[in-house]
């Protein structure tokens, strides 16, 4: 029994095709949206390039690329089709076109719903590059004069910044690394050497932060030196006041600015999703309708349009037979009673002729 069988009349045929031939081109549209979405969020990701940890983070922006420029060729193909398809002489050419090209539509739309998903699945991939990464440039902060990190501390300084943060996980992540590079210490101070020498690594640790972490909102002159020491600054108390530094941690003010792009995206992807679906169907119902017709030889007649010729359990189950029966076609039967034809072949024995000796007649 089909599946969502429908009755259609050949105006209602000429009708949908009109109306598929439009949406088709919308499709195109949408394709370029898609291509669009890819590109915009590539390029965020490249701007931070920096402070990520080599990743799957471009897999996301490379396949909604793929996808949209696919959307382009296939609905751009899917007009040309459905424009053909309100002349029955005109179909006939795409008759054997038109199944496999839903199928491969239907995947295409797959792959929309999956980079949908991806756009809300990612944002632990995204935590774990973007951690790897700032770790690494904080790390390498003080490293202004050796080639391939002295671009770091002008990285990280815009970074702190224009996000409106500090540090990794926060402010505190600056007094666990010597962010002053070696040639600014002054190695003639004794409070030079004495932080030094306490620590077991011979780093400069200071309970400080750069200047990009401080607060220009704040009316305050900023305090960057010396956060934990109350007695250092003038009516200031560390646990108790305001710090006119950046608390947030960069990663958290990057993964929320990267997930609230993404979840648009992905709202954008799964409303092209289903617009995409929609036409799918639409064609589906056009070339079964167009099939039937033909069939019936009556190209003015009325036919009837379905999703699926037999029910979903017999279409899983034909589609199921085809699939195992993959790569037999080539194999010798060994089904009982169906033996090899070369066995048991009787012989013909043109070389031996059984002639009696009387019927051989006597030399004279």
């Known amino acids: 029994m089909a599946v969502l069988k429908v009755k259609f009349t050949k105006t209602r045929r000429d009708k949908l095709a009109q109306i598929l031939w439009i949406l088709n081109w919308v499709s195109v549209v949408s394709g370029v ?24 983070v471009n897999s996301l922006p490379n396949m909604l690329i793929s996808v949209g420029v696919i959307a382009c060729i296939i609905n751009f193909l899917g ?14 050419r795409w008759k054997l076109v038109m199944l496999p090209y839903i199928v491969c539509t239907f995947c295409f739309t797959f792959c929309i719903l999956v980079g949908a998903l991806m756009c809300y699945t990612m944002r632990n991939e995204l935590e774990e590059s973007l951690y790897l990464g ?19 501390k002008k990285t990280v300084d815009m970074l702190q910044i224009g996000f409106q943060c500090c540090g990794n996980s926060g402010f505190r992540d600056w007094f666990e690394i010597q962010w002053v590079s070696p040639r600014y210490l ?15 690594d011979g780093k400069f640790l200071v309970d400080g932060v750069p200047f990009s972490c401080c607060n220009p909102s704040s009316p305050r002159p900023c305090i960057q030196y010396q956060l934990t020491n109350n007695s250092a600054h003038y009516n200031y108390d ?10 947030k941690g960069c990663r958290e003010a990057l993964l929320d600015y990267y997930t609230a792009i993404m979840r648009s995206i992905g709202i954008a992807a799964l409303l092209i999703w289903l617009f995409e679906l929609s036409v799918l169907i639409g064609v589906r119902y056009l070339q079964t309708a167009m099939k039937n017709v033909l069939l019936l ?13 037999n029910s979903f359990v017999e279409t899983a189950k034909y589609n199921i037979n085809i699939i195992k029966n993959l790569g037999k076609a080539n194999q010798i039967s060994t089904v009982s009673g169906m033996n090899d034809p070369n066995i048991n072949v009787q012989n013909t024995n043109c070389g031996k002729m059984n002639v009696t000796t009387k019927s051989i007649p006597a030399a004279s």
């Open 33 to 56: 949206i898609l291509f669009s979405l890819g590109l915009f969020l590539k390029i965020e990701i490249k701007k931070r390039n920096e402070v990520m940890a080599k990743g799957d």
């Open 238 to 247: 560390f646990l108790t006041e305001e710090l006119n530094i950046w608390v």
């Open 297 to 309: 030889g009556d190209l003015e007649g009325d036919s009837d349009g379905w999703l699926l010729e």
């Open 79 to 92: 007009g040309k089709i459905c424009y053909d398809c309100s002349d029955a002489n005109k179909f006939s």
């Open 186 to 200: 002054n190695m003639a101070s004794k409070e030079v050497l004495d932080r030094l020498k306490s620590n077991v």
């Open 134 to 152: 700032l770790r690494d440039a904080i790390k390498f902060y003080k490293d202004t004069d050796i080639p391939g990190r002295c671009f770091l």
